[in-house]
Every structure is written in C-alpha cells, then in structure tokens.
C-alpha cells in the first residue's frame, strides 16, 4: 500500500462521524476489546466493563480539554471505585500513548487503543471530548459535557441505571454494536478532502499530500462539484479552519501582524490563489467588506469570487469559523449532508457559552463577532429575538446590547461538540 494512503484511509474514518450517534435511550451489544494499556489484561470485552455504571471518555493526548480532564476522572474512579468503570478511549498509537502515560505517575486509568475503530464506529464522537454514560443494563444514560461529570449527576445515573431494567434497544429496536452502525462519507469528494485536510491539521499528520490535492483541482471540478451553499459551506468553513491552524502552528509569529496574515494570498487552490479574507468575506459572505459592520458588498467582485460564492449569507458561519483565537468558536467536521443541524449546534453552544445576560439592569453583552458584523445578524433587534428564540434571555424584555472584547490571544487545536 502506498504511504500516502494510509493517512487517508485513517483520516476517512474520522471524517465520516460526524452522522447520527448513538444516542441516548439507545442499548450496546458486547464486542471484543481486543488492546487496552495501563489495565490488568491486555485484551478484554465490552461487556466485562460494563459490569457497573460505564464511563467511555474519548481521549487524545493532543486535546486539552481532554488532559485538563484527567484528574478529574482519576478523582471520579477513586471515590466510586465499587460503582463505575471509567474506560478512556484513543485512536493514537500504542507507543506515545504509552510515552504520555510513564510521564504521569498519577495516571491509573485503563486506555482502549481503539486500532480498529469499533468504539468509534458505534459512538461517532463529533470531537474531543467526548464523553458517554453507560449504565449496567447497557442504556446509554447521557452524553455529557466534562462540566456535568460531577457528583450529583454520579449518583442521579447511578440510581437510573438501578430502576432502568434489563436491555433497551434503540428506536429502531435493535441493540447497537460496531458491525450494524455503519460509517458512511460524504457524498461530495471535496467536502471530504476538506475534512481529510482538517483532521490532518487536527492530529500533526503531514498535510503536503492535502495542499497538493487542492492545487491540483480545476476551477471547472470546484464549480461542477460545490453547487450548492450547503457544500460550499462545508467545503470552505473546513479550509478555512484547517489552513488557520496549519499556518500558525508552524509560524505562530504570524499572528504578530494579524492583518497580513489574514490578508496573505497564501492558499493555492486550483491554480487561483486566495487569503484567509478572500475565503471569509469573499466566498462565505457572499463579497462582502470586510470592516463595514455587513452593511457594504464590494462594488466589482472578481470572476473567480462570483463563480465560487455562497448564493447566500448565512449569519451562522461566524460560530463556525476558527481565526486561532482565544474568542474564537470551536472547530468541527462540517458535512454538506448535515450541515445546517451541524451550524445550528455550534451557534447554539457558541452564544450560550458567550452571551451574558444582566437581569437586574437588563442588559446583555454579546460576542465581539456580532458586533463586526452585524448586519449579517439582521441588527440588534434580529440579535435579541435570536437570543429569545434559544431561550438565552427572557421573552419581551429588550435588553440593552452591549458587546464584548475580543481575546485575540493565540489558542489553537480548540476541537469541540
């Protein structure tokens, strides 16, 4: 097999979850667990852990969040030593995930080197982390945040899994297991190829192949295979994130002049070359002027930019776009078959993460982003009746907007639900 497509092939894999998961109420049939490290037993089955309440937290060594994680659930493991199994699953190598673990005397969870992706082919974590509740009747009882991995919800799945019964199968009346929940990939190659070039910028696996791809596409296959908004969208939202987190992760002193970095015509894509602007401002919004609050297109767009182009502006793609900062919106793995349901998640998480709401003096500060663009939120009045749509502020009380800094502080590989 040649080099080159074993990336991909495990690249493909990754890319294709971000479909229906697993999901609450739904029942795991047993499949062998067949390499697990830091354990008493090399190999064992699914069904051996799940002999008490069962915590499957994947896990990547590169992922904050998820080694911010740990002592949390090493804490977890120790105080319900009797009651629950915490089971860590990663798709990295056998030998750094061992390198990560001798570095850490406290570390004494059991991690799943998940070679064959079964655990990821059942559950299909849309990103890191990702954690799901299994109790002993096999139901899956939540998929929580690391925030509500605590001690009350301990006890509340604890007793659930007590008065849940035997079995439960999932709205399709089967029990789920890693044969049946089939990967499916985007139908649109490109789409992919975005995806694939995102989890090799997600992971630090060689992206050259990726680049070269993209160079090597015709204006003619990018117009033929990106008609509609959703796989431009798709498409683009992916390069964007990927490109922004290749760059910077070599040359991190470019965001030092951010404006040249966002600027720089330094992505060659089917012989056209295009800047980070060009992909926001151009394509996704539809040529618009960057610094005129969304209220001014340009006057002579280009042929290339009104070939590629979203028909039109969706206000969305700003909690989906990550520039590398520290303000900016988590990064996901967009599919044009899904998309709209994928934008409305991370605006959902994005805005109640962000957005305060003062009740006494009745104000609301929002995100910078819905400042600099505000036109493309339809003005403040379209930013509050969104807010009262999410039941983010109370229905009928107009708060006072006002908006907040923005932290450009470098963050990368900022991967999240």
């Given at each position: 097999?040649?080099?080159?497509?074993?990336?991909?092939?495990?690249?493909?894999?990754?890319?294709?979850?971000?479909?229906?998961?697993?999901?609450i109420?739904?029942?795991v049939?047993?499949?062998?667990?067949?390499?697990?490290?830091?354990?008493?037993?090399?190999s064992?089955?699914?069904?051996?852990?799940?002999?008490?309440?069962?915590?499957?937290?994947?896990?990547?060594?590169?992922c904050?969040?998820?080694?911010?994680?740990?002592?949390?659930?090493?804490?977890?493991?120790?105080?319900?030593?009797d009651?629950i199994?915490?089971?860590?699953?990663?798709?990295?190598?056998?030998?750094?995930?061992?390198?990560?673990?001798?570095k850490?005397?406290?570390?004494?969870?059991?991690?799943v080197?998940?070679?064959?992706?079964?655990?990821?082919?059942?559950?299909?974590?849309?990103?890191?982390?990702?954690?799901?509740?299994?109790?002993?009747?096999?139901?899956?009882?939540?998929?929580?945040?690391?925030?509500?991995?605590?001690?009350?919800?301990?006890?509340?799945?604890?007793?659930?899994?007590?008065?849940?019964?035997?079995?439960?199968t999932?709205?399709?009346?089967s029990?789920?297991?890693?044969?049946t929940?089939?990967?499916?990939?985007?139908?649109?190659?490109?789409?992919?190829?975005s995806q694939?070039?995102?989890?090799?910028?997600?992971?630090g696996d060689e992206?050259?192949?990726?680049?070269?791809?993209?160079?090597?596409?015709?204006?003619?296959?990018?117009?033929r295979?990106?008609?509609?908004?959703?796989?431009?969208?798709?498409?683009?939202?992916?390069?964007?994130?990927?490109?922004?987190?290749?760059?910077?992760?070599?040359?991190?002193?470019?965001?030092?002049?951010?404006?040249?970095?966002?600027?720089?015509?330094?992505?060659?894509?089917?012989?056209?070359?295009f800047?980070?602007?060009?992909?926001?401002?151009?394509?996704?919004?539809?040529?618009?002027?960057?610094w005129?609050?969304?209220?001014?297109?340009?006057?002579f767009p280009?042929?290339?930019?009104?070939?590629?182009?979203?028909?039109?502006?969706?206000y969305?793609?700003?909690?989906?776009?990550?520039?590398?900062?520290?303000?900016?919106?988590?990064?996901?793995?967009?599919?044009s078959?899904?998309?709209?349901?994928?934008?409305?998640?991370?605006?959902?998480?994005?805005?109640?993460?962000?957005?305060?709401?003062?009740?006494?003096?009745?104000?609301?500060?929002?995100?910078?982003i819905m400042n600099?663009?505000r036109?493309?939120?339809?003005?403040?009045?379209?930013?509050?009746r969104?807010?009262?749509?999410?039941?983010?502020?109370?229905?009928g009380?107009?708060?006072?907007?006002?908006?907040?800094?923005y932290?450009w502080?470098?963050?990368?590989?900022?991967?999240?639900?």
């Open positions: 097999m040649k080099k080159w497509l074993i990336p991909i092939l495990m690249i493909w894999s990754y890319a294709s979850r971000a479909q229906q998961v697993a999901g109420g739904a029942a049939g047993d499949f062998p667990v067949k390499k697990i490290i830091n354990y008493s037993t090399p064992s089955t699914f069904s051996q852990f799940n002999t008490k309440l069962l915590i499957v937290d994947f896990f990547g060594t590169w904050v969040p998820c080694v911010k994680a740990l002592p949390h659930l090493t804490t977890l493991q120790a105080t319900y030593k009651k199994n915490i089971l860590l699953v990663s798709e990295e190598a056998q030998t750094k995930l061992e390198r990560f673990i001798k850490r005397d406290a570390f004494t969870l059991p991690v080197v998940d070679e064959e992706k079964k655990f990821i082919s059942l559950f299909q974590p849309p990103s890191y982390p990702y954690t799901v509740v299994i109790g002993r009747n096999n139901k899956i009882l939540a998929i929580p945040s690391q925030e509500e991995l605590t001690v009350e919800n301990m006890e509340k799945w604890l007793k659930e899994q007590d008065a849940g019964g035997s079995k439960i999932s709205e399709a009346g029990v789920l297991s890693p044969v929940n089939s990967m499916t990939t985007s139908a649109n190659k490109l789409v992919q190829l694939d070039f995102m989890y090799a910028a997600k992971t992206t050259a192949d990726f680049v070269k791809q993209l160079q090597q596409l015709s204006m003619d296959e990018l117009e295979q990106l008609k509609s908004d959703d796989e431009k969208k798709a498409f683009w939202i992916n390069l964007y994130n990927a490109y922004t987190q290749v760059s910077l992760k070599k040359n991190p002193d470019q965001y030092k002049t951010r404006g040249r970095f966002f600027g720089s015509k330094q992505i060659d894509i089917a012989g056209k070359k800047s980070l602007d060009d992909i926001e401002h151009g394509i996704l919004r539809r040529s618009k002027i960057k005129s609050l969304g209220h001014l297109n340009k006057l280009g042929r290339t930019e009104k070939a590629l182009r979203v028909d039109k502006l969706d969305r793609l700003h909690f989906a776009l990550n520039c590398g900062a520290k303000s900016c919106p988590p990064i996901a793995f967009y599919r078959e899904n998309i709209n349901q994928q934008l409305d998640l991370a605006m959902n998480a994005y805005l109640k993460s962000e957005v305060e709401y003062d009740e006494r003096n009745n104000t609301v500060r929002l995100p910078a600099w663009f036109r493309d939120f339809g003005g403040k009045r379209k930013m509050i969104l807010l009262e749509q999410l039941s983010i502020i109370p229905a009380k107009s708060p006072k907007i006002k908006f907040k800094k932290d502080t470098i963050y990368l590989q900022n991967y999240k639900s």
